[in-house]
């Protein structure tokens, strides 16, 4: 399983608001689909998301949308993310295509806002 896109919306967040959604998009790597639990953590150790009910994750690439933890706000610069799934029981890290990370921008005049575009 591998981790190959992240999303959020809006895609600029301004300063003092919260991310209103998450969609990630993973690539199954098996033949069947596989029921689990989905997380998105910050690199601060914060839960950015998770999914309240398992879904199934299928086989080949497809974007899932992951509801936001009540509350979650930009504090840092930057934030990067990782995802855990459950496999029996036991939260596994989903490889990553490449680094997921929201930047800070301040551009005059401010507010700064978080964005993740121009990731590549």
């Known amino acids: 399983m591998t981790l190959v896109d992240v999303d959020m919306q809006p895609v600029r967040v301004?300063?003092?608001n919260a991310v209103q959604g998450w969609t990630i998009k993973i690539r199954g790597g098996f033949n069947d689909g596989c029921?689990?639990?989905v997380k998105l953590k910050d690199n601060h150790g914060r839960v950015a998301g998770e999914t309240l009910q398992p879904i199934t994750v299928h086989p080949g690439e497809r974007s899932?949308?992951?509801?936001?933890t009540q509350g979650?706000?930009?504090?840092?610069?930057d934030h990067c993310?990782?995802?855990t799934v459950d496999?029996?029981?036991?939260q596994?890290?989903?490889d990553k295509a490449r680094p997921f990370c929201a930047r800070k921008v301040t551009p005059p005049p401010p507010p700064p806002f978080w964005t993740m575009q121009g990731q590549s």
């Not at 899932?64 to 936001?68: D, E, F, G, L, N």
């Not at 496999?87 to 036991?90: E, T």
């Open 14 to 16: 301004v300063q003092g």
């Open 35 to 37: 029921l689990t639990t």
């Open 64 to 68: 899932y949308p992951i509801p936001v």
């Open 72 to 77: 979650y706000r930009f504090e840092q610069n």
């Open 81 to 83: 993310y990782t995802a």
């Open 87 to 90: 496999i029996l029981g036991n």
């Open 92 to 94: 596994v890290d989903i």
